[in-house]
């Protein structure tokens, strides 16, 4: 029975309910990609599946339309896949429940997947029709978005003639993207001996901050649990001895993060003097951060007499302080688009395991060569302290481009439609459109989609009527 059939425009939501019956969570991917491909065969249209199980179809213009400019669509197939603790369903092999009220679409109990299920919902509704005009089509859908574009990076281009691409994989109606950082995941690690100590175990934890996306958060300055829990320790050492036994904050490098905790051992004696300390240290961040981030805590219990392994007490002081010397937060504004950060660095993740003390930080900005010199202070800041470095994840910056013919006539047919502009936007944060561009030279490229709320959660929602528009705007852009 199908959930969706009512909803307008019937030949999306058809396609879109079809996605959603097939598991495609990052790195679950070989279902859908074969589901994609199928498609094409069937329709007999030109199609290319590659070992990172993107998929690129290539469409005829439709009548009237062939000596016109080839356009590039591009979305991706994986979902963000997470459920509630008390949902049954099994994400790696089930389908989703998909509920609407008419207004949104959402899964029960699970993410939905609009993102960016909605995007390849358009493509195939376009591709399936027969009297939609349009010039000659490339298709893009990538795989493995959410988790880092993989797949985007692992694509080959060299077959395709489209100088311009829409890519659909944003969540504002009338918002269009034109520019995005680019980034890297940045570790540095200390090697540590470990000692045996006999104290009093004590463990600080710092919680309560407000953390967010690296990207779009970081402009707000808010606190950093992993930094505050070093200095919290750095500013008791100063006062009594501390041996650290382990130290982990944060959960991913492109999360601030808002919690962070360390087990300590400490001599019975030195206990009054740490608590203080630690009062100390949170009565200062609370008034630095008094309105960034204003429920900041911290925290020291007892746990209990102990003897055990802690790191050496010189290699826990450098890799403490190398922490809090570690570039952090935003560190350049953009002078062409107001309120935009260009250049910011959040560390993400702390973690000590047997000898290794290890960092993970997330950089971005839209200028290349910004980036270049920040891992270079990254790097010489590690190697400081006598960290090794190294880098993973790292994708181009999409650069705004000033004179750019797809972005006019998308803004002049938004404007005949809605009799209002378009937002223009550039984020701080990473698209497949940046690496794509690193990829097909000159790309003229953008980024649109319907209005959806909550993605990368069980609370997502895609609107219908927003859908509707994005779908109605689509093909008024390509006719
Ligand atoms: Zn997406």
Redesign the pocket.
């Known amino acids: 029975m199908s959930v969706l059939e009512n909803l307008e425009p019937k030949e999306v939501f058809h396609f879109f309910e079809e996605i959603c019956k097939i598991p495609h969570g990052s790195r679950n991917l070989e279902q859908i990609s074969a589901f994609l491909v199928n498609f094409a065969k069937e329709r007999n249209l030109e199609v290319v599946s590659d070992d990172a199980l993107n998929v690129i179809i290539k469409a005829p213009a439709s009548k009237g339309y062939e000596d016109r400019e080839t356009i590039i669509l591009q979305g991706?197939m994986d979902m963000v896949a997470v459920k509630e603790d008390d949902c049954d369903i099994d994400m790696a092999k089930d389908s989703l429940r998909v509920k609407t009220d008419g207004e949104y679409i959402w899964a029960e109990g699970t993410s939905l997947g609009g993102?960016?299920g909605i995007a390849v919902a358009y493509i195939l509704a376009l591709l399936d029709s027969k009297d939609i005009p349009h010039p000659p089509l490339e298709i893009i859908i990538t795989t493995n978005?959410?988790i880092g574009m993989l797949g985007a990076s692992a694509l080959d281009l060299s077959s395709l003639k489209g100088k311009k691409m829409i890519n659909i994989?944003n969540e504002i109606e009338g918002e269009f993207i034109t520019s995005c950082a680019g980034g890297a995941t940045f570790i540095s690690e200390l090697t540590v001996k470990r000692e045996s100590v006999s104290g009093v175990e004590c463990k600080i934890e710092v919680f309560g901050l407000k953390g967010g996306h690296s990207g779009e958060m970081i402009k707000y300055e808010r606190g950093n649990a992993n930094i505050i829990c070093a200095r919290t320790m750095l500013e008791a050492m100063d006062v009594a001895e501390l041996h650290v036994k382990d130290f982990c904050g944060g959960m991913a490098d492109n999360a601030i993060p808002f919690a962070s905790a360390a087990n300590i051992v400490v001599p019975e004696g030195d206990i009054a003097k740490i608590k203080e300390s630690v009062e100390k240290t949170l009565a200062d961040v609370k008034g630095e951060l008094d309105i960034k981030d204003p429920d900041v805590a911290i925290t020291f219990t007892e746990v209990g007499k102990t003897t055990t392994e802690c790191i050496d007490k010189k290699d826990a002081e450098r890799f403490l302080k190398m922490i809090i010397t570690l570039p952090n937060g935003p560190l350049a504004m953009s002078a062409a688009v107001e309120g935009l950060v260009e250049t910011s660095v959040n560390l993400g993740i702390v973690e000590t395991s047997g000898d290794k003390a290890k960092t993970v930080q997330l950089l971005r900005s839209s200028v290349e060569s910004s980036k270049a010199f920040l891992v270079k202070k990254l790097k010489t800041v590690a190697e400081a302290f006598g960290g090794e470095t190294s880098m993973e994840g790292i994708y181009p910056g999409w650069k705004y481009v000033c004179d750019s013919q797809l972005r006019d006539h998308m803004v002049d047919v938004y404007k005949k439609m809605y009799g209002k502009e378009p937002v223009l936007h550039a984020i701080h944060a990473g698209l497949e459109c940046g690496i794509i561009s690193n990829k097909i030279k000159d790309l003229d490229c953008i980024s649109i989609g319907p209005d959806m709320a909550d993605?990368h959660s069980t609370k997502e929602r895609l609107s219908v009527k927003s859908a509707k528009n994005v779908w109605e705007y689509l093909k008024a852009v390509l006719a």
């Open positions: 991706h993102d960016d978005e959410e994989d993605i």
